[in-house]
């Protein structure tokens, strides 16, 4: 990989104790096939690459033995700056139940992670809404994975995902559940209607949390769904779905980079216990093949 | 055109640019950048009909006693079932079809695939109390052949092509359709989502190697996404692409047209 092919760079500038600009972007060039082939996005990666090189510059090379190291070693901690760090938690409040929404487009995993979110956090007596009345068998759907989790599921109630929230929210409060997820559909961010109708969810629901759910297999236009997502009903943090495969997984990059939240979970199975805390520093790893 | 004067004169790192926006990945990117050149001809336009050249491969040709046996597979939620659905709604027009949810692994498969199959008015086998995927498909292509049925559409359960026993068991149906049809199925086909990014080519590669795909349906095209990822599916395995997913409903299918896919990948 691209540890390997770093080998071979560094045994013709090493000998030397020092590296040229020439050979920083030799470098550079070869991080950046990295990223893209990693499904990073085309405008992410330039302004990376970018920022990668002033910092390159910045740094006293010509003093080290291997310059070449240093370097890598820089675009392993910008990488995991840029994807948040450390790994992050939710935080539940003091009174009331915490109340998180799952968005995003057709097909990423929202229902599956409804489940396994309300599966992590059964301690905290949460209610599962089923906010999809889209989708032929969506209730059925939620409402077997329920089962199955031994986590109560709310009726979808007139046909509607907002009068179904509506309901939901007050008989959290009347049961005193202290966690609510709420599986909304999917929907294109282009959408205008269906961005309306998340938005009226939104009035009535007051999210704590409104979660993107998006494919980790995801290409060049996650940056866009994301930032989409983020203007038009606002994003407070992500799950990263389907990482059990060997997608690199380039979306995490433009997820943090273009809406500006931290990814919390990953997915990483079909099972109900397929869910596990995302770590920056792992990802960043796993972006660089 | 405006897309004319857009692209005309355009530099190599412009139309680098359309490309990686559209998914089709740096490797072939730079490939066919190299292959064509840099002497002052229309770059846009040469590359343009390289590629309609590329992904103009002719469809499978089927020419069987009924029932057609036409198979569905893909990665988790690149949109089978809905597409199953868009088939049979398409044939049903001339033919009888029936459907097999050989999906007998996730919640509310069944009842997704019946309310599909009602909508489409077509006949639809789900599975017994205990059946596995293979027995489902062999009692659909039993009963399809007994009612003089025309075609007959499974529709299998997502898999990651990483997972070994799960490829296993999409090997296993394969098997069972050879009873009836010893080549396969007819259409092998494989969902690619526009969404994904460089992983569709390994699922490409492993699908085919797996059970012998014979062709694609790019899903969810109706979003933002350019899709260029069947570019180098298409320049390493020759794959035709039949139709692509438009959208979530019944309709919402239309004929691959490589000319106005390159086209849109420019604008
Ligand atoms: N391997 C794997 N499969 C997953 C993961 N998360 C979800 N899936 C699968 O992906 C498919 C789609 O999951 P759903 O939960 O129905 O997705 P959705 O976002 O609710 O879909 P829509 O409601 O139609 O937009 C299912 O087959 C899930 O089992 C994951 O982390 N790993
Ligand atoms: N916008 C859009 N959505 C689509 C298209 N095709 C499918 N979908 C949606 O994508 C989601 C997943 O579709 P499914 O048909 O359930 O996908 P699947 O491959 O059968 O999923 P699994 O069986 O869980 O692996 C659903 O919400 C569909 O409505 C399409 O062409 N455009
Ligand atoms: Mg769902
Ligand atoms: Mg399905």
């Given at each position: 990989g691209l540890i390997d092919r770093f080998q071979l760079i560094r045994r013709k500038i090493l000998g030397y104790g020092r590296i040229t600009e020439r050979e920083i972007a030799i470098i550079l060039k070869d991080i950046r096939i990295t990223l893209l082939e990693a499904d990073v996005n085309y405008r992410v990666v330039k302004d990376f690459i970018k920022e990668l090189n002033t910092k390159c510059a910045g740094l006293e090379l010509a003093k080290t033995l291997n310059?070449?190291?240093?370097?890598?070693?820089?675009?392993y901690e910008e990488l995991t700056k840029l994807l948040g760090t450390k790994p992050q938690q939710m935080e539940f409040k003091a009174k009331g139940p915490l109340i998180i929404g799952l968005i995003g487009l057709q097909g990423t995993g929202k229902t599956t992670t409804a489940a396994k979110l309300a599966l992590k956090y059964k301690n905290k007596n949460p209610l599962l809404v089923p906010a999809d009345a889209k989708r032929p068998a969506a209730y059925e759907q939620l409402s077997q994975l329920g089962q199955r989790a031994k986590i109560p599921v709310c009726p979808l109630y007139q046909n509607s995902a907002k009068a179904t929230v509506k309901k939901a929210i007050e008989q959290a409060i009347g049961q005193g559940n202290m966690l609510v997820i709420i599986d909304t559909a999917g929907r294109l961010h282009l959408d205008d209607e269906l961005i309306e109708e998340l938005k009226e969810i939104k009035r009535v629901a007051r999210f704590d949390y409104r979660l993107l759910v998006a494919d980790g297999m995801s290409g060049q236009d996650a940056v866009n769904q994301a930032k989409a997502f983020q203007e038009k009903i606002g994003l407070d943090g992500a799950i990263l779905t389907k990482m059990d495969g060997d997608a690199r997984g380039g979306a995490a990059l433009s997820i943090t980079r273009a809406a500006q939240v931290p990814i919390f979970y990953v997915g990483t199975s079909e099972n109900l216990d397929g869910i596990e805390q995302f770590y920056p520093a792992r990802m960043a790893q796993r972006i660089m093949g | 055109s405006q897309l004319f004067s857009r692209t005309k004169g355009a530099s190599t790192n412009e139309i680098e640019d359309i490309l990686l926006r559209a998914d089709v990945g740096i490797k072939y990117t730079d490939e066919i950048l190299q292959r064509i050149g840099e002497d002052g001809v229309d770059l846009v336009e040469v590359l343009k009909k390289k590629l309609v050249n590329l992904l103009s491969i002719d469809v499978p040709k089927i020419d069987v006693e009924k029932p057609v046996i036409i198979m569905v597979s893909g990665v988790n939620g690149s949109g089978k079932t809905?597409?199953?659905?868009k088939l049979a709604n398409l044939y049903q027009r001339c033919e009888r079809v029936i459907l097999a949810c050989a999906d007998t692994y996730r919640d509310a498969a069944s009842e997704q695939l019946e309310i599909w199959a009602r909508r489409a008015n077509v006949e639809i086998v789900t599975s017994q109390k205990g059946q596995d995927a293979a027995a489902v498909v062999f009692d659909t292509i039993s009963r399809a052949q007994a009612k003089s049925i025309d075609r007959v559409l499974v529709d299998t359960a997502g898999r990651l092509h990483t997972r070994v026993?799960?490829?296993?068991?999409?090997?296993?149906?394969?098997?069972?359709?050879t009873k009836f049809r010893p080549e396969g199925p007819d259409l092998n086909i494989l969902t690619i989502d526009a969404n994904l990014g460089q992983n569709s080519i390994q699922q490409a590669c492993i699908f085919?190697?797996?059970?012998?795909?014979?062709?694609?349906?790019?899903?969810?095209?109706?979003g933002t996404s350019k899709g260029g990822a069947i570019i180098p599916i298409c320049n390493e395995l020759d794959l035709p692409v039949l139709y692509l997913g438009i959208g979530e409903g019944i309709d919402d299918i239309v004929e691959f047209d490589p000319t106005a896919f390159v086209e849109a990948l420019f604008e």
């Open positions: 310059p070449g190291d240093i370097v890598i070693k820089t675009v | 809905t597409t199953v659905a026993d799960l490829m296993a068991e999409l090997r296993k149906i394969r098997k069972v359709i085919t190697e797996e059970i012998g795909i014979n062709g694609l349906i790019l899903t969810k095209f109706d």
